[in-house]
Nanobody, 124 residues
């Protein structure tokens, strides 16, 4: 059972930056592809970014491409989401997820483990 704990959320002004972290409890973290999803109030959960088990392949939603960067530190069992040029529409609860897969995936139903999420609020 992999436990995922997100941190780094908060309140930031539009145009600002935040860096989210997701720490995994499982030492075999390196065998999982990882992803970030978000859910805004009253909206469905949506894919944000994903990274392969090796870190060599990344995927991004069109809405965040060029502004967000996903990365992983295998030694620290941690995946990060660097968010720059934040917009009010980025306001959401951000969750990380782990999938028994080599490559990342944009589909939420292909992830096996989920964190509880961290809140990100971007003020205009």
């Amino acid at each position: 059972q992999v436990q995922l704990v997100e941190s780094g959320g908060g309140l930031v002004q539009a145009g600002g930056s935040l860096k989210l972290s997701c720490a995994a409890s499982e030492p075999t973290f390196r065998s999982y592809a990882m992803g970030w999803f978000r859910q805004a109030p009253g909206k469905e959960r949506e894919f944000v970014a994903a990274i392969s088990w090796s870190g060599g392949t990344t995927y991004y939603a069109d809405s965040v491409k060029g502004r967000f960067t996903i990365a992983r530190d295998i030694a620290k069992n941690t995946v990060y989401l660097q968010m720059n040029s934040l917009k009010p529409e980025d306001t959401a609860v951000y969750c990380c997820a782990a999938a028994h897969a080599i490559l990342g995936t944009t589909r939420a139903d292909e992830y096996d483990y989920w964190g509880l999420g961290t809140h990100v609020t971007v003020s205009s």
